[in-house]
């Protein structure tokens, strides 16, 4: 069954600093997806990585993706305090579907002044 | 442009009562899937709806259940409803069941007492 494991799940960081959060799955898949979550709202589409060696940037996020590694990054450049969410992976189960994501437990990030 | 709208945005039952959840997906979206989010955890798949039809389904017992209308909104239902099934319950839509992108409603927060 497909696993999904994020790292690290707490992030607290200073504004103005760079980081990344991991996100390894366990089995074949094409697509990740990179959702964002503030506190008791919903979940905001951020990216949606589609092949190997697949980067999306926007703003100060930036995403990538190693299928051969199964691992995708969010990288974070000169955080800012409007950062401050929850950040899950997800990815589908087979080529082409997305039927069933599976998904990370997520990495709070708080960025502080 | 809708995005997907979720009603009601809160609910409190008591446990052996059955809940009704509404979903809109967002405007020519045709598909519609249902997560239930526990407190500080990553979304779970409970199934998803296309052409009226329960296309595929999570690790849910039966007492979940649901249904898609022609114009493609969908309800959740729970019967018998335990403690553990608080949760934040969402919905996403997307365009087929193969569409690249999930966007999410805000949610359906369920207490049980």
């Known amino acids: 069954e497909l696993k999904v494991e994020q790292n690290p799940l707490f992030l607290s960081m200073q504004e103005g600093k760079n980081y990344t959060i991991y996100c390894n799955y366990s089995?074949?898949?094409?697509?990740l997806y990179w959702y964002r979550q503030d506190p008791g709202k919903s979940l905001e589409s951020l990216f949606v990585l589609l092949s190997n060696g697949a980067v999306k940037q926007e703003g100060r996020l930036m995403a990538s993706l190693d299928t051969k590694a199964r691992l995708s990054t969010l990288h974070i450049t000169a955080a800012v305090h409007d950062l401050s969410a929850t950040y899950f992976c997800?990815?589908?189960?087979?080529?082409?579907?997305?039927?069933?994501?599976?998904w990370g437990l997520g990495t709070s990030l708080a960025v502080n002044p | 442009d809708a995005g997907v709208t979720q009603s009601p945005t809160h609910l409190i039952k008591t446990r052996g009562q059955q809940v009704t959840l509404r979903c809109s997906p967002k405007?020519?979206?045709?598909?519609v899937s249902w997560y239930q989010q526990a407190l500080g955890q990553g979304p779970q798949f409970i199934f998803q709806?296309?052409?009226?039809?329960?296309?595929q389904r999570g690790n849910f017992p039966d007492r979940f259940s649901g249904h898609q209308f022609p114009n493609y909104s969908s309800e959740l239902n729970v019967n018998a409803l335990l403690l553990g099934d608080s949760a934040l319950y969402l919905c996403?839509?997307?365009?087929?069941?193969?569409?690249?992108?999930?966007?999410f409603g805000p949610g359906t927060r369920l207490l049980v007492l």
């Open positions: 997800a990815v589908g189960p087979q080529a082409g579907n997305n039927r069933k994501l599976i």
């Open positions: 405007s020519g979206h045709d598909t």
């Open positions: 709806y296309y052409e009226e039809e329960e296309r």
């Open positions: 089995t074949t898949s094409d697509r």
């Open positions: 996403a839509s997307s365009l087929g069941p193969r569409g690249e992108t999930q966007y």
